[in-house]
């Protein structure tokens, strides 16, 4: 036996080698493929052509960090014809002139007959065979637009089914002024998106949108259409599902399309680009375009680059006041995996106890409608006290968008209101809360996509015989336009811990921090705040709420922060001194209170543009300055205040 083990041995390591081979090459990428397991992503939504996609009760698969769906659903879903080869294990489509087959457990598939490769393998998953949704949609020629913070995909289709319709007899009205076309109106697309010529668009916005908007458009180079539009820029060009926004990238599901050598926009840019909203009446063929962009009423300061700065972190920061700060920001985005589909729910409430006889609140919020229907909002105040309350005094601002750009939109109107004391009074005649009693203070109504962000302040004082305060205060939401928003009780919605959008309740509605002396002519230094690290104020441990309620408010969205700037200046040097804001995370915009009064900060892109919010001379010996700053939203931040001589 030894012997005929010796003797064939290097025959049984050749086969035993080429066998491994053989199956490496038959295998190839599938190996690979086959070692990632596929995770279910039920809060994962896909829309075509802004109309959910049915799934057939099937899931949403992620595999290799791409979003899968059923080879059926999707492909019919975007109007393919659709075949199984149930013995070559094959799927196939054809949209068009476009075929497609994809092979199970392969990552080749073929496009009118040629090879292509993609990154993630074509999967079996309950029976059901799974390929991935942004290949297979682009493949077919669509566009494919995924929505980080509402985890939702948007797919603009290119299956128009036949060429642009004409429409005979249309009336457009924007802003109640009708529009003259020189051109037809077509629809488009597989929901009949209405379309009217690019250059009659504009010229009815630069003849009847108010002057306060600054409104300009020019289309020099021919190939391209340049918007100034309320100090903001945008470049947008035929055919292209991205515009530029302040030469950033932004995607744009209803792009410009080229008609018989005509440029036409879709209605639709009014409300996802300029903010507007749209309603239609059938009776009259009446499309009505409102265009309600914010309208600021402090100046914007100067920026400039910046280059070489090197910021430390603020060294302390504590809470400074007395007004009680409440957060409603998750969930964030209202859908149908975050609230019921049909009933009331609470998105944030708190319960506040206080030997005090008076109390002052303020509540933020910040909500997205995806519902696909029209939802209501409102924030409740409920006496859970033995004696009245007086509600003695409460204001509000409020902004609602279409518009993605929610920072511009609503971040810097509620901001620059907060700072400039321009909050609207809400009527509180009946200003007297019996014990047990609730209230509406103010509610909302947002169509589906809309967005709304508010700021809403409260004093209220004890009336009764009792010592203290006793009271809830709640942000709830239905989808029953005849519900009665201050009956809904019961829990919170579960928060969403993957986007760690904030919610809680803290003592104080602002930070004071006071930044070490600088002394006059020294080096350029830079301090970093909401740098989440010495002055993250505003976590879990130091709620009013419970643990388990609260999710941190690390980027101090709705709180103004406070900031001491001290200068010496013994040597009484004639130097000016520039103080900076500088965004680190992402383009970032704020307003800031200075001894100037209120401002706003252009959109500043990170590490690149510093704003330029104040400068002086200072005096001999020892000044100092005092600035107060809101984040107008989204998470760019921290942001740097940077101090130079000139």
């Known amino acids: 036996m030894g012997y005929i083990v010796k003797k064939y041995m290097p025959v049984v390591i050749l086969l035993m080698t080429l066998s491994a081979l053989a199956s490496f090459c038959l295998l190839g990428n599938q190996k690979v493929e086959a070692a990632v397991k596929p995770t279910e992503s039920p809060n994962i939504k896909i829309f075509i052509d802004e109309q959910p996609l049915d799934t057939k009760d099937s899931v949403v698969l992620v595999s290799n960090n791409r979003t899968l769906l059923p080879f059926r659903v999707i492909l019919e879903g975007l109007g393919a014809t659709v075949n199984w080869d149930n013995t070559a294990k094959t799927a196939s489509a054809t949209l068009g002139t476009t075929t497609l087959k994809l092979k199970l457990n392969s990552t080749t598939a073929y496009k009118n007959g040629a090879a292509v490769t993609m990154d993630t393998a074509v999967l079996g998953y309950k029976d059901r065979v799974y390929i991935p949704l942004r290949f297979a949609s682009e493949a077919l020629g669509s566009t494919v637009f995924w929505d980080s913070s509402s985890k939702n995909v948007y797919i603009t289709s290119q299956n128009t089914g036949s060429e642009p319709e004409p429409i005979l007899e249309p009336v457009i009205k924007i802003n109640g002024y009708a529009m003259a076309l020189t051109s037809p109106l077509y629809k488009a697309g597989t929901t009949g998106s209405l379309y009217v010529s690019v250059d009659d668009y504009m010229e009815h916005l630069s003849r009847y949108l108010p002057a306060e908007y600054f409104f300009s458009w020019s289309n020099d180079d021919k190939e391209s259409y340049t918007i100034l539009f309320d100090g903001v820029k945008r470049v947008f060009y035929p055919e292209k599902d991205y515009y530029l926004q302040n030469d950033e990238n932004k995607a744009l599901n209803n792009k410009l399309i080229l008609v018989n050598g005509i440029v036409y926009i879709p209605l639709a840019f009014s409300q996802e680009v300029l903010g507007g909203s749209i309603s239609y009446n059938s009776s009259t063929n009446t499309t009505n375009i409102s265009i309600n962009r914010p309208k600021f009423k402090t100046e914007f300061v100067e920026k400039e680059t910046v280059e070489n700065y090197i910021p430390v972190l603020v060294e302390k920061a504590t809470m400074d006041g007395d007004r009680i700060f409440s957060i409603s920001d998750n969930p964030e985005v209202l859908n149908s995996s975050s609230i019921p589909l049909f009933g009331d729910s609470i998105i944030m409430q708190t319960d506040i106890s206080t030997k005090n006889n008076t109390s002052e609140h303020r509540v933020f919020g910040w909500h997205i409608n995806k519902m696909g229907k029209r939802l209501k909002l409102g924030i409740v105040i409920e006496n859970t006290g033995s004696s009245a309350i007086k509600i003695d005094k409460a204001s509000v601002v409020s902004r609602t968008t279409f518009n993605t750009w929610y920072n511009y939109d609503v971040g810097m109107p509620l901001a620059e209101a907060l700072l400039s004391n321009q909050m609207s009074d809400i009527n509180t005649d009946d200003n007297i809360l019996p014990a047990g009693a609730s209230k509406l203070l103010h509610s909302f109504t947002l169509s589906d996509t809309q967005m709304v962000g508010f700021i809403l302040d409260l004093d209220l004082v004890k009336s009764g015989s009792s010592k203290g305060l006793n009271y809830q205060i709640r942000v709830v939401v239905s989808t029953d336009d005849s519900t009665d928003l201050q009956s809904i009780s019961g829990d919170n919605l579960i928060a969403d811990t993957v986007s760690t959008y904030p919610r809680g309740t803290w003592e104080s509605s602002e930070i004071y921090a006071e930044l070490p002396t600088y002394e006059v002519g020294s080096d ?50 004639d130097r000016t001194v520039r103080i900076r804001l500088v965004g680190r995370g992402g383009n970032y915009s704020c307003a800031v209170k200075t001894p100037d009064g209120v401002f706003l900060t252009p959109i500043l892109k990170p590490h690149k543009e510093a704003a330029i919010v104040y400068q002086f001379t200072p005096p001999s010996g020892t000044s100092y300055l005092d600035l107060q700053i809101i984040h107008a939203g989204g998470s760019d931040l921290p942001v740097a205040i940077n101090i130079l001589t000139l």
Do not use: A
């Open 524 to 573: 350029e230094v830079s301090y970093s705040i909401s740098n989440g690290i010495t002055d993250n104020l505003f976590t879990k441990d130091n709620s009013l709420d419970s643990r388990d309620q609260t999710v941190d408010n690390i980027g101090h969205f709705g709180v103004i922060y406070k900031t001491r700037l001290t200068f010496d200046n013994n040597g009484g040097q």
